[in-house]
């Protein structure tokens, strides 16, 4: 534990190091009080990044992590510095396969080194941490570049940091959506300076992290050419950001094997006259979400029109496709989104200061209630209601942690999905129930409260057929070992 705060604190340093050159030179030079006035949100900032990986090595220590994405990526590492390039059992269910073939995500290249330092999944999640933190005080800057005004950067860093969908994506888990935060926010910033170097290296960047990040990019280049008139760089990155998309998915066809779906018509389904997944759009969680992502729209889009094809292209993702709206899927529109708040209140504030400043005011409020009420932020009713009565168990920890002590060696493992994350070190661990009780699993080791009384009638007939013998079985999990006679 130790190791990784200090690993944190490391980086972090290094990330606001990094984001202050890069402020000096995009953001507009102040002093004197402004500049007293601006350098807090930095700290603010690092206090979000570090709230989000304390609650994130809360939830990993006591096992509410899971395969989706923590668990799948960081297998993918482990089995690469282990010779076999980013793969992993789960996507191939029975067998190891390149994660390359469901996300393109280039940006593991250069984790890699990073994560090769301490193996560690916690690694990952100290990286999506400090990219929320990133993008908050980036965020500052933009709004201080298109303003001028210290006060208003100090108003939208602390909204955007409240907004309740950019929180809850960095607890998911870890996922390369929210790495693109910090890369996309820069991109904005640098491309509206005619910043062309910093402009290319930041859109490469983003696009790295997920395919469909290039639906966010397109947009914003489409925003550039129409609105500003940036022929050159709207153009540019727009055509970059549909070449590498259409690219994108054409690579993962090259390296998806006949046995795996597509993802490409999974996702689209609605090309192929399917209606997959629709009726995952209508439920509390999606509408809450949908709320978030259009409320501070509603509240300017008046005021700047804009703002809506921004959000539409990324947006239509999720909704015209059938997909479900989850936060680290709609947080990478956050930037987009916020910079078309920015706008309207640099036009309201231009026009009416007054007007600017209670609009800015009930902003402020109206983030601080959402996120009391919405997220799971150490100040909100969600936090005392799940993190200490769900999160933190120390005797359902102890005895899960006895469980995962009774598997020894590098064999093939058959879990449940929460403890998938603690044992990414095998090269095989396969999910249980998808793939049931593999018959190349050595051990079995599986989560009580997860089990269905189907999953229990299968493990009752594995240990009476002599296929397993039980080698531990307490109140919260239960480890089975494959015998001499298994098949």
Not at 164 to 180: K, N, S, V
Not at 271 to 287: D, H, P, V
Request: hydrophobic share 50%; charged share 15%.
């Amino acid at each position: 534990m130790a190791k990784f705060y200090l690993f944190f604190l490391g980086v972090a340093l290094f990330s606001l190091g990094f984001g202050y050159v890069l402020n000096k030179r995009l953001g507009n030079r102040s002093s004197g009080i402004a500049d007293r006035l601006y350098k807090p949100l930095w700290l603010w900032a690092a206090v979000i990044g570090l709230l989000l990986c304390t609650q994130q090595a809360l939830k990993y220590y006591n096992f509410f992590t899971g395969a989706f994405d923590l668990g799948v990526i960081s297998q993918a590492f482990a089995n690469t510095l282990q010779g076999e390039f980013f793969s992993n059992t789960f996507i191939g269910l029975d067998k190891n396969v390149s994660c390359f073939a469901q996300h393109t995500l280039p940006i593991f290249f250069l984790i890699l080194p990073i994560y090769a330092l301490l193996q560690h999944p916690l690694i990952l999640v100290a990286l999506q941490s400090i990219a929320v933190a990133a993008s908050i005080a980036g965020m500052a800057c933009l709004t201080r570049q298109i303003s001028g005004s210290t006060r208003m950067a100090s108003v939208i860093a602390i909204c955007y940091s409240l907004f309740p969908p950019l929180y809850l994506a960095g607890l998911f888990d870890f996922h390369g959506d929210t790495l693109a935060l910090p890369f996309i926010v820069a991109l904005m910033a640098a491309s509206l300076q005619s910043r062309v170097r910093i402009s290319l290296a930041m859109l490469i960047l983003a696009l790295s992290c997920k395919e469909y990040i290039a639906l966010t990019t397109f947009a914003w280049g489409v925003y550039l050419y129409a609105k500003h008139g940036r022929t050159k760089a709207g153009l540019s990155i727009a055509i970059i950001s549909a070449g590498w998309f259409v690219a994108a998915h054409i690579l993962q066809e090259i390296i998806r094997p006949d046995f795996i779906p597509s993802m490409f018509e999974d996702h689209y389904a609605f090309l192929f006259g399917r209606n997959a997944g629709r009726t995952f759009i209508f439920n509390k969680q999606n509408a809450e979400n949908l709320v978030f992502l259009l409320a501070p729209t509603l509240l300017v889009c008046m005021a700047y029109p804009w703002t809506l094809l921004l959000i539409a292209l990324p947006l239509t993702k999720d909704l015209a496709v059938g997909m479900a709206i989850e936060n680290h899927r709609s947080v990478p529109m956050s930037p987009l989104l916020w910079y078309g708040v920015v706008r309207a209140l640099h036009k309201i504030r231009t026009d009416n200061p007054m007007r600017a400043r209670w609009l800015a005011h009930a902003l402020v409020i109206a983030g601080l209630l959402c996120s009391a009420l919405y997220s799971e932020t150490p100040w909100s009713q969600r936090f005392y209601r799940i993190w200490r009565r769900k999160y933190w168990n120390p005797q359902q920890r102890t005895l899960l942690q006895e469980a995962l002590a009774q598997i020894s060696g590098n064999g093939a493992v058959s879990t449940t999905m929460n403890l998938h994350p603690h044992l990414i070190n095998h090269r095989y661990v396969y999910i249980f129930p998808v793939t049931g009780a593999h018959p190349a699993a050595e051990y079995i080791v599986l989560d009580k409260s997860k089990l269905s009384a189907k999953d229990t009638a299968v493990l009752d007939s594995l240990a009476s057929h002599g296929h397993y013998v039980v080698r531990l079985d307490n109140a919260e999990a239960i480890v089975l070992h494959k015998s001499n006679g298994g098949k």
